[in-house]
């Protein structure tokens, strides 16, 4: 289908780790995303339950258009980006002042694409952890980060509570488990949703700002809404350094979109060139 006639594709899929493997093969190909099979055993409420899933799917990827095969564009510009302090620069900034100890990435709609393009790219010896918050439920984030560790250079593990951050080592928060950081170690739980979501963006990254202050390194990659986008205000204001993924290599312009409209993003790229950014950035 995406090869003959690319439409905006939406899995639904079974709560298993066989599940989870076709759903991740059919957003490589293309599917913009997906919703699962609900758990319970009573048949009328998993039908209700899905069709509010499908429905309110359906209705967000109604107003998109395919500009290529992993690219969506909303033709109706209907989504309102939160503002918080004005539109960012889009000049270069002079170079971040200081070291960064830590790489926090967020990431939704898009996301499982965009961070296996990115970590397949970056070179084992960056010499600091990765976290990254992917919207995603239990079950899957397991397989995601294997799938993840058997493309890059760098170990890529599900994070699990108290776990020490080590240098060169990729943690992939779990799903239905916000994930963040306190003296140096990961710590998971599920308290409320925050955005809408667990685990959140915003709360792995306000973290990172009240642990790492000015040395920490912030992404927002494609995904649906505005989850990061407080977090990314926390961390500029205390010194780190803020990037976002583009509108036209997003497959959702929404959090990176959000995150620019804080007027705290520092710089404005392309997935392309992020990993080799992080390499030059890291290595040189």
Known sequence: IMEKSPIPIIMVSSYTEEGSEITFKALELGAVDYILKPEKNDIRNNIELLKKQLLNKIKIFANYRFKNKFQLIDKQKTEDFPQFDGLPSLQLPKKHKGSIDVIGIGASTGGTVALSKILADIKPKIGLPILIVQHMPRLYTKNFAKRLNNLSMLEVVEAENELLLEPNKVYIAQGDHHMYVDNNHIMINQDELVNN????????????????????????????????????????????????????????????????????????????????????????
Do not use: C, W, Y
Not at 240 to 246: D, E, L, R, S
Not at 272 to 284: H, K, Q, R, T, V
């Open 197 to 284: 979501h667990r685990p959140s963006v915003d709360v792995l990254f306000h973290s990172l700002a009240k642990e790492f202050q000015n040395r920490v390194m912030a992404f927002i990659l494609t995904g649906m809404g505005s989850d990061g986008a407080k977090g990314i205000v926390n961390i500029k204001i205390k010194g780190g350094f803020t990037i976002a993924q583009n509108e036209e290599s997003s497959v959702v312009f929404g959090m990176p979109g959000s995150a620019i409209n804080t007027g705290k993003i520092d710089r404005i790229m392309p997935l392309d060139n992020i990993a080799e950014f992080i390499n030059d950035f890291f290595i040189g």
